[in-house]
């Protein structure tokens, strides 16, 4: 063969491979939808669906309260032949029902006041009997919501209240009136007994293995959201319902002056301005678990859910119980979010009597914010929203949808479990070896959130865990890694973005577990093998590239000039105040601002402007006032771009925190800093010299697909 044939050949061959390597790398990979379908079911017209409650009854029809006190029977919610579900009307005049549980024929519902039982009695199809079972008292503010009931084993109800916010120091929560922040016990009988307290905004409540399970968001003294078991006498971190652990039939044994001994309150002093409370960047940051040493009666969590990564506003907390019919996570646990949308997936396991495990996230896409959710009888899960007053990614009003497993084997970790020098990731489907026995494919960090009285809290104390080897067992389904520098009662993120799949070299559907190390198990401590050292065939020295290295000439010492005073820097968190997409201070080379503009936030993740118009070039001073209750940013960014630089934030991960949601991208070309509720910040910007409609967004996790306005730019 001639060497112009071989070296053809090999042309040939080197753009075969690299059309290949293009195809592969083209490739759209599978997403969520491939694996769970979302159906929608239709409302017909004029019925407000804002869903407070579900649950399905024993023949698989669906009941669902509303927010409005309407409560529907909806027939053929499977939507079987073809024919959409009907709805009817079963009962309606009550008070915002945030909950619904059926028990022996009737319907149990968590008004705001009250929990009340309604019965249909003469078989009509409308409930005809309304009995209160307990009436709990109310202070009239708007935050007094009411969630619940979850039947326990023994049939009592478990119902919790939010707490109310002050009038003047607007942000603090409060408990007015007895048992606001609390966990009730209610007998069918009537009979209550204060269980817990320590909530905050107990949305998510629920069944797990027999074990009540409550779930709350970021607020104050809430860094992120989580859940947790909760036993009677607990108490979780809010201190608002301590108000009323004197009392006699209070089984908390804690005072609020424990708590604002150890955690200052940092209420503002008598006869001063009032200010709310900010975070401290340079303060050695304290976790809730460092009260919990001196106060055992502290309860904390048993799985953190990082807020902007894994939700931003718990709600419902539901087990698998179809035995498979829903895919490969029989017995995990399914919580979901309001604020983003979406479902996230709990593994939880047991060491040394005390709950731990591994969240990750499961399905997004929802139509409107995820609230209520009951499993049908065919093993799929419907799914009740609502956002008015809220907000919530999916920007519809309300929705009520099925999820349904294709019964295609998505690629996950499946577990997690806590090994004594490491853990143990579970797959659904074999690894490929090379790429999971590679400690290259995995990256850990640990962290935890300050607990202090400021709305939520900054990721904190954030450190490596290197992963000194990993072992793959034989079948491919585990990977067992050993890690150094793990630490207990911290959050544990676990990368795993390079391993592949064994069948069709797909990456991980999603590729993060956040898991949550409350104790280190003790066992024996997996031995990596020695690492085998090929040895390379040894090849003829070539000295023909070979220099000799140059030799720097040392300059002879100089004597230390006087220190020189410069700015004062804080933690590796803090940014920069002015940075060329940030800048706070009017710029000197400006005489003067052409344009002022102000604009503030509205309940509901809303500005309160949706359009801003501005002259081409002109020198802009931008004035952003966050006078929502949670954190908000504006951005503002090049045409056609807020879709996408929205779910760059999203992805940022632990970074996000730090970097204040603003992605590393050239799409963003001005943005303020994350703003706390009741702070404000103004911007100096020269406009766009091109005339077009551009976007201002907030890239906070789940806030940008509807948090946005336009930024018109004409000449």
């Given at each position: 063969m001639s060497n112009i044939i071989k070296i053809s050949l090999l042309l040939i061959l080197g753009l075969v491979q690299l059309s290949v390597a293009q195809d592969k790398e083209n490739e759209i990979l599978p997403t969520e939808d491939a694996y769970y379908k979302i159906i929608d079911l239709p409302v017909p017209e004029g019925i407000v669906l804002e869903v407070g409650g579900l649950v399905t009854l024993p023949?698989?029809?669906?009941?669902?309260?509303?927010?409005?006190?309407?409560?529907?029977?909806?027939?053929?919610?499977?939507m079987r032949n073809g024919q959409y579900p009907h709805f009817r009307l079963f009962a309606h005049g009550l008070h915002e029902i945030l909950g619904l549980a059926y028990q022996d024929g009737s319907l149990y519902m968590?008004?705001?006041?009250?929990?009340?039982?309604?019965?249909?009695?003469?078989?009509?199809?409308?409930?005809?009997?309304?009995?209160?079972?307990?009436?709990?008292?109310?202070?009239?503010?708007?935050?007094?919501?009411?969630?619940?009931?979850?039947?326990?084993?023994?049939?009592?109800?478990?119902?919790t209240g939010n707490v109310a916010f002050g009038d003047q120091e607007w942000w603090r929560g409060e408990s007015r009136v007895p048992w606001r922040g609390w966990t009730m016990r209610i007998t069918p009988e009537g009979e209550m007994e204060p269980w817990a307290t320590g909530m905050r905004s107990p949305c998510g409540i629920g069944w797990v293995d027999g074990t009540f399970f409550y779930g709350d968001n970021q607020g104050d003294w809430m860094g992120s959201g989580f859940i947790m078991p909760v036993a009677k006498g607990d108490f979780t971190g809010h201190p608002a319902g301590l108000r009323w652990s004197g009392r006699p039939e209070s089984p908390v044994k804690l005072t609020t002056n424990d708590i604002y001994y150890r955690a200052n309150p940092r209420f503002t002093p008598s006869g001063q301005q009032l200010f709310k409370p900010e975070n401290i960047e340079d303060e050695i940051p304290q976790p809730l678990f460092e009260?919990?040493?001196?106060?055992?009666?502290?309860?904390?969590?048993?799985?953190?859910?990082?807020?902007?990564?894994?939700?931003?506003?718990?709600?419902?907390?539901?087990?698998?119980?179809?035995?498979?019919?829903?895919?490969?996570?029989?017995?995990?646990?399914?919580?979901?979010d309001q604020g983003q949308s979406k479902i996230v997936r709990v593994f939880l396991e047991k060491v040394d009597s005390v709950y731990q495990g591994a969240a990750f996230n499961f399905r997004e896409g929802f139509k409107s914010g995820v609230l209520r959710m009951s499993w049908g009888?065919?093993?799929?899960?419907?799914?009740?929203?609502?956002?008015?007053?809220?907000?919530?990614?999916?920007?519809?009003?309300?929705?009520?949808?099925?999820?349904?497993?294709?019964?295609?084997?998505?690629?996950?970790?499946?577990?997690?479990?806590?090994?004594?020098?490491?853990?143990?990731?579970?797959?659904?489907?074999?690894?490929?070896?090379?790429?999971?026995?590679?400690?290259?494919?995995?990256?850990?960090?640990?962290?935890?959130?300050?607990?202090?009285?400021?709305?939520?809290?900054?990721?904190?104390?954030?450190?490596?865990?290197?992963?000194?080897?990993?072992?793959?067992?034989?079948?491919?389904?585990?990977?067992?890694?050993?890690?150094?520098?793990?630490?207990?009662?911290?959050?544990?993120?676990?990368?795993?973005?390079?391993?592949?799949?064994?069948?069709?070299?797909?990456?991980?559907?999603?590729?993060?577990?956040?898991?949550?190390?409350?104790?280190?198990?003790?066992?024996?401590?997996?031995?990596?093998?020695?690492?085998?050292?090929?040895?390379?065939?040894?090849?003829?020295?070539?000295?023909?590239?070979?220099?000799?290295?140059?030799?720097?000439?040392k300059e002879p010492a100089k004597a230390e000039k006087p220190p020189v005073d410069q700015p004062k820097t804080t933690s590796t968190a803090t940014k920069k105040t002015s940075t060329s997409k940030r800048v706070t201070k009017m710029p000197a080379s400006w005489s003067k601002v052409d344009q002022s503009i102000i604009i503030s936030t509205l309940p509901g993740l809303r500005y309160d402007q949706k359009m801003l118009t501005v002259k081409a070039g002109s020198k802009i001073k931008l004035t952003f006032y966050n006078n929502d209750d949670m954190p908000h940013n504006i951005a503002i960014v090049k045409p056609g771009t807020a879709d996408v630089v929205g779910k760059m934030a999203l992805n940022m991960g632990l970074e996000g925190s730090a970097k204040g949601y603003i992605p590393n991208t050239d799409k963003v070309m001005h943005h303020s800093r994350l703003m706390p509720p009741g702070t404000s910040e103004s911007l100096y910007f020269e406009a766009p010299t091109e005339a077009g409609d551009y976007t201002y967004v907030c890239t906070f996790p789940g806030h940008a697909a509807i948090m946005r306005g336009v930024f018109r730019v004409v000449k």
């Amino acid at each position: 063969m001639s060497n112009i044939i071989k070296i053809s050949l090999l042309l040939i061959l080197g753009l075969v491979q690299l059309s290949v390597a293009q195809d592969k790398e083209n490739e759209i990979l599978p997403t969520e939808d491939a694996y769970y379908k979302i159906i929608d079911l239709p409302v017909p017209e004029g019925i407000v669906l804002e869903v407070g409650g579900l649950v399905t009854l024993p023949n698989g029809d669906l009941m669902v309260s509303t927010r409005y006190g309407d409560v529907w029977k909806v027939e053929n919610p499977y939507m079987r032949n073809g024919q959409y579900p009907h709805f009817r009307l079963f009962a309606h005049g009550l008070h915002e029902i945030l909950g619904l549980a059926y028990q022996d024929g009737s319907l149990y519902m968590a008004q705001r006041g009250e929990l009340t039982k309604i019965t249909d009695e003469d078989g009509d199809g409308r409930a005809d009997v309304y009995e209160t079972v307990y009436q709990w008292p109310l202070s009239g503010h708007y935050h007094e919501y009411s969630f619940g009931p979850k039947i326990a084993p023994d049939g009592s109800m478990f119902v919790t209240g939010n707490v109310a916010f002050g009038d003047q120091e607007w942000w603090r929560g409060e408990s007015r009136v007895p048992w606001r922040g609390w966990t009730m016990r209610i007998t069918p009988e009537g009979e209550m007994e204060p269980w817990a307290t320590g909530m905050r905004s107990p949305c998510g409540i629920g069944w797990v293995d027999g074990t009540f399970f409550y779930g709350d968001n970021q607020g104050d003294w809430m860094g992120s959201g989580f859940i947790m078991p909760v036993a009677k006498g607990d108490f979780t971190g809010h201190p608002a319902g301590l108000r009323w652990s004197g009392r006699p039939e209070s089984p908390v044994k804690l005072t609020t002056n424990d708590i604002y001994y150890r955690a200052n309150p940092r209420f503002t002093p008598s006869g001063q301005q009032l200010f709310k409370p900010e975070n401290i960047e340079d303060e050695i940051p304290q976790p809730l678990f460092e009260l919990a040493k001196e106060l055992p009666v502290i309860k904390t969590p048993a799985v953190w859910l990082p807020h902007g990564i894994l939700g931003i506003s718990t709600s419902e907390i539901i087990t698998d119980e179809t035995n498979g019919a829903f895919g490969p996570f029989a017995g995990q646990v399914f919580v979901g979010d309001q604020g983003q949308s979406k479902i996230v997936r709990v593994f939880l396991e047991k060491v040394d009597s005390v709950y731990q495990g591994a969240a990750f996230n499961f399905r997004e896409g929802f139509k409107s914010g995820v609230l209520r959710m009951s499993w049908g009888k065919d093993g799929s899960l419907f799914v009740g929203q609502t956002n008015r007053g809220w907000g919530s990614t999916g920007s519809a009003a309300f929705g009520l949808e099925r999820l349904i497993w294709t019964g295609n084997m998505p690629f996950e970790m499946k577990a997690v479990r806590a090994m004594p020098d490491g853990f143990e990731i579970e797959f659904t489907k074999p690894v490929d070896k090379v790429s999971a026995a590679d400690p290259a494919s995995y990256g850990l960090t640990s962290f935890i959130y300050k607990y202090h009285p400021v709305y939520g809290s900054p990721v904190v104390n954030q450190q490596n865990c290197p992963v000194r080897g990993v072992v793959v067992s034989d079948d491919g389904l585990k990977a067992r890694l050993v890690v150094d520098s793990l630490r207990t009662l911290y959050i544990h993120e676990i990368k795993a973005e390079g391993v592949k799949a064994y069948s069709g070299d797909l990456p991980l559907l999603h590729n993060t577990a956040y898991y949550t190390l409350n104790r280190i198990p003790e066992g024996e401590k997996l031995v990596l093998p020695e690492p085998v050292i090929v040895a390379k065939p040894e090849k003829a020295m070539d000295h023909s590239q070979h220099v000799m290295p140059k030799t720097e000439k040392k300059e002879p010492a100089k004597a230390e000039k006087p220190p020189v005073d410069q700015p004062k820097t804080t933690s590796t968190a803090t940014k920069k105040t002015s940075t060329s997409k940030r800048v706070t201070k009017m710029p000197a080379s400006w005489s003067k601002v052409d344009q002022s503009i102000i604009i503030s936030t509205l309940p509901g993740l809303r500005y309160d402007q949706k359009m801003l118009t501005v002259k081409a070039g002109s020198k802009i001073k931008l004035t952003f006032y966050n006078n929502d209750d949670m954190p908000h940013n504006i951005a503002i960014v090049k045409p056609g771009t807020a879709d996408v630089v929205g779910k760059m934030a999203l992805n940022m991960g632990l970074e996000g925190s730090a970097k204040g949601y603003i992605p590393n991208t050239d799409k963003v070309m001005h943005h303020s800093r994350l703003m706390p509720p009741g702070t404000s910040e103004s911007l100096y910007f020269e406009a766009p010299t091109e005339a077009g409609d551009y976007t201002y967004v907030c890239t906070f996790p789940g806030h940008a697909a509807i948090m946005r306005g336009v930024f018109r730019v004409v000449k």
